[in-house]
């Protein structure tokens, strides 16, 4: 995962609006679950060049409603081995959002830069700070929910809960 | 504070008092849902987070549904997974083919979402459950891990879009369109951060069936779930298949909305959905003569008993066009035997229909049914975005059993009202 106090450099890869899950990974490979196997698949039908051009802690910015349809899991999981390390979006599928983040990739919201940011070029991220800058432009991203910046913090939801197992702190049990 | 269906539903369910939009808080559902496509994720999850125990395995249901049968060695392990966490777990409700059918249309028949149920689903189209005055809300493997391990899940308490249904439906206008109408207005994003409530004097023309088509799409918009107004038709719905039932929620006067729209269902023509959008809706008369290669008719919105029978009245006695192959998939094992009974997959199955077994199959691209590059599918799905059902270069118009059963016929889009009147002719 990237580090939330410190700047993390990667280049950025841009693609627009409306990008579904069927898109990010196709559904035929839904049965498979080795992340290497799914990187490969990533963004195929989109651009089959994506998981060679694509190099580790790379940005991909995207438009508005990134990640829309499917809850498939396998779509993150796809991008992180691909070699994405963070993404920008105007706005993203409220599920695929969560996904994303409880793997440890964040997602930033930020419509401006969005629009702005420049393919091909290299970006710097500050994750805690919500900053975003190429070149000499920046832009800060919608502060993250505090629940968003704790599992973001414990490296993701497996490690959270982990924790949170681990010390019984598990008030959603009261059914149990 | 005067609260929506949504606050109302959620508030049940939540561990802390404030429960309007905007907040965070900590949801108990009422059910938990898992597939073969997202449940074997979950199960991997589950083990990393070194949860001993399922929370609540009572409230969990399992479906094999998206390749099963399964269709090879990946698929058939992603099943076995299934079977061996429920039997490890204890978990009863563990659904294969031939007791079970599509998870969403599954889900209801087993009468376990009562109104102001709130059901957490490893798949987006939880969203389904909505038509029976509950809250669905789809959700990724890990947070279905940690709800199996935790009971619970944290969420950002939705806005409400309220969404007034007037009049009555004219012939060969039914829920698929209505649902269609919907991403019309709101497009593929405008439900981002809501759930859709549902009411007004419309929804008394609307059978359950056709509720659940409409809530399915819910997601289809971008919105977080759907609340429809529960009443006497969802009450006797869940009568038939629970032993008690809770009062209907309804919203409280002065109910706070982002926004409201009006739906006229008397003013709705039968509508399609162009590729790649399922917010591309238009008309069916403005894409006729579009020639098609397949026709699906099944899927967890739209393979239910009510598109069964429309399917059947536009075949009955008639063929499906030479080079058009017509696969319908009744949604459930249970529908399949209704139909059955009812001489529905006959009709079907004479007019040269494939009647495939209950399984999301081809609708996500998965098996049964995939399209080659530059084929053309009229489908009952909810889903045409680029590749879904098979190869990129392929085109999925999506639409009511209507308007698919009289593509079939044609060999082309028509509208099922033009097809009708040329057989009385
Ligand atoms: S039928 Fe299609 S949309 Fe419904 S659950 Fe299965 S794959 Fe998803």
Redesign the pocket.
Known sequence: MIPIDADHIGRVYRVGDHVDTDAILP?RYLALRDPEELGRHCFEALDPQFCTRVKAGDILVAGRNFGCG?SREHAPIALLAAGIRAVIAASAARIFYRNAINLGLPVLISPNASAQMKAGEPATIRLGAGLIRQGDASWRADPLDGEVAAILAAGGLVERTRRRLANHDTRGTAHG | MAKTIAEKILARHAFEGDVSSGRIVTIAPDVLLL?DVSGPIAFDRFKAMEARRVASPERVVLVA??FAPASDIASASANRMLREFASTYGIAHHYEPGRGG???ALLAELGMVDHGAVVFGA???TCTAGALNALGMGFGSADLAAALATGSLWLRTPETIRIDLTGSPAGFVTGKDVALSVTRELKEDGGLGAVLEFGGPGLAHLGMDERFAIA?MAVEAGADACAFEGDEVSAAYLATRRRDTGPPMLPDDGAHYRSRLSIDLSALSPLIARPPSPASVVPVESVAGERVDQVYI????N?SLTDLRQAASILKGRRVAPGVRLIVVP?TQQIMRTAMAEGLLEILAAAGAVIGPS???A??G?HFGILAAGETAVAT???NFRGRMGHPDSHVFLASAWTAAAAAVAGKIVSPATLSRDADA
């Open positions: 559904g499917s | 597939n549904d998206h599509i998870e969403h798949d987006s189209h399915n099944g899927n967890c919105a393979g949604a399984t999301c199959g609708c996500f998965g799905t909810n889903r």
